[in-house]
């Protein structure tokens, strides 16, 4: 089991290195883009790698402006910026074209033959990609000490579930904090008490959040169904 705030899905992404494309060409500021990604907490370095690989499999998209805004999104949703969720999953949904799903699913870093089982599994279950059953079903940890670059000063002593999909509350050393998350980003946050709860941990969808007395990480789990 991992000991540091990871998201499982980014620890073996396999993208190549890559500099900032130039989408001039598309009339698009890949710049603007960038800051967009850091605005949105997503991993800059994470959503060039992602972009770079989905452009050198649909050349042609670095030239059009709709094909490469579908590459753009769905670059930054994968490199950890929740608030592009929504918009990636509406354009990866009305991708037809074959070279541009082979350039979406490089963008996602998964093989273009598991997309589909990706865009049908996304709609019940925001944690899920094709390596989650080699992870056990852990999809990421948060939190860890803060000495060492964490965010906590002690374990965690309570979790709960908020009405908010993917979103989960804990009650570290008397104060709050809120994780928001789905399979390529988690972001934690100091919060308030919550008040809206829609359930403990261990709901039907099986997501559960693990917890420990000697830990300052928690993870976050999914049980497959039967």
Same mark, same amino acid.
Request: glycine share 10%; net charge negative.
């Given at each position: ?9 980014? $620890? ?12 001039? =060409? ?25 972009? +770079?690989?989905?452009?050198?499999? #649909? ?17 930054? !949703?994968?490199? %950890? ?5 929504? #918009? ?8 037809? +074209? ?8 490089? &963008?996602?870093?998964? %093989? ?12 019940? #279950?925001?944690? /899920? /990609?094709?390596?989650? $059953? ?7 940890? &948060?939190?860890?000490?803060? %000495? ?14 908020? =009405? ?12 709050? /904090? ?5 399979? !390529?980003?988690?972001?934690?946050? +100091? ?5 809206? *709860? $829609?359930?403990? #941990? ?7 959040? *693990?917890?420990?007395?000697? &830990?300052?990480?928690? !993870? *976050? ?6």
């Amino acid at each position: 089991m991992i000991r540091r705030p990871l998201q499982l899905a980014n $620890a073996r992404d396999g993208f190549p290195p890559a500099s900032p494309p130039d989408l001039m =060409a598309a009339g698009l500021d890949v710049a603007a883009a960038i800051e967009g990604v850091r605005r949105e907490h997503g991993e800059v370095g994470l959503f060039v790698r992602a972009l +770079a690989a989905g452009l050198a499999e #649909d050349t042609d998209a670095a030239a059009d402006r709709e094909r490469a805004l579908d590459l753009v999104a769905i670059a930054a !949703w994968r490199s %950890g910026a929740l608030a592009l969720r929504a #918009d990636a999953l509406t354009r990866l949904e009305r991708i037809e +074209a074959a070279v541009e799903r082979r350039a979406a699913a490089k &963008t996602l870093g998964i %093989g273009v033959d598991f997309l589909e089982a990706f865009l049908r599994r996304q709609r019940t #279950d925001r944690f /899920w /990609w094709p390596g989650r $059953a080699d992870e056990r079903g852990y999809v990421l940890a &948060t939190g860890g000490f803060r %000495g060492v670059g964490g965010a906590w000063i002690r374990p965690p002593d309570r979790v709960v579930r908020l =009405a908010d999909a993917g979103a989960f509350a804990f009650l570290v050393a008397g104060e709050w /904090w809120r994780l928001d998350a789905d399979v !390529w980003g988690a972001r934690l946050t +100091a919060s308030v008490e919550p008040e809206a *709860v $829609a359930a403990e #941990d261990g709901a039907s969808d099986g997501v559960s959040i *693990v917890i420990g007395p000697d &830990t300052h990480l928690a !993870w *976050v789990h999914v049980r497959d169904a039967a």
